[in-house]
């Protein structure tokens, strides 16, 4: 019987319907990894049935900017000497609709996952070259873009290991010689990606990557308006 692959999904911010379909693309069974990259939730329409899927799923879930975001309005909560965090509309509803077990996916994501059969590092936003993962800044695994002359810190990384990231919709899908980018904008009415890796299999080079190990959905619509800052409603 082939060993499972690995599938590493970008940011889901909340595309239920999306996920769905991409875990069907690539006929996902068991014995099949699952990895999100981080914001599972928010902006889109459905973030507890992302939620959902992961626990069904057991999937490693990766910190994101989103994800910290909801967390740290709830520990304020429980912590009454704490002012809770300001929440939009939008992430206070995601707040209030999930459920302990749902809760429980996100407290136990981790900033940063290691995959050593495939050499890969799995991150939500990036790092900082030159820095070992365990003194980086988890304000930067979760935030960075760019380092300080401007450019994509993707560019400027190398590895080993190979960095696998979400978080910058901006560049859509980014292919670097050691770091890719996989957050196409699904709840901006992009894509939803994920890279497919075969058991034990490490990332090919960037051709190879781009045209056989990327899998693309694209979104049902747009969700969220980036310039307005606003959900969309139907």
């Known amino acids: 019987m082939k060993e499972g692959r690995t599938v590493i999904v ?28 981080g914001d599972l939730v928010a902006r889109g ?13 057991g999937a490693i879930v990766v910190r ?16 009454k000497k704490r002012p809770p965090v300001n929440l939009g509309k939008n992430h206070q509803g995601v707040v209030e609709s999930l459920t302990d077990p749902d809760w429980a996916v996100v407290e136990t994501s981790s900033l940063w996952v290691d995959l050593p059969e495939h050499d890969v590092r799995v991150v939500h936003a990036g790092l900082i070259p030159g820095i070992p993962i365990e003194k980086q800044d988890p304000k930067v695994l979760m935030h960075v ?9 993707g560019e400027r990384y190398v590895g080993p ?3 696998i990231f979400g978080h910058n919709a901006v560049e859509k899908l980014q292919i670097h010689p050691w770091a890719t980018g996989l ?21 090919p080079q960037q051709a190879t990557r781009r045209m056989e190990k990327i899998v693309s959905v694209p979104a049902a619509r747009l969700y969220y308006d ?3 800052k606003n959900q969309v409603d139907r």
């Open 45 to 57: 329409p459905n973030s507890r049935g992302v939620l959902q899927i992961a626990r069904r799923t």
């Open 161 to 163: 290991p190979h960095v």
């Open 64 to 79: 994101g900017n989103h994800d910290a975001k909801i967390l740290a309005y709830r520990e304020a909560l429980k912590d």
């Open 145 to 153: 873009r760019t380092v300080a002359d401007g450019a994509l810190w």
């Open 10 to 37: 970008g940011d889901v911010h909340g595309c239920c319907d999306e996920l769905q379909t991409l875990l069907d693309r690539i006929a996902f069974h068991t014995g099949d990894r699952l990895v999100f990259a």
């Open 226 to 228: 980036p310039i307005t």
């Open 183 to 203: 957050d196409t904008g699904c709840v901006y009415g992009g894509k939803l990606s994920a890279l497919v890796l075969e058991h034990g299999e490490r990332v």
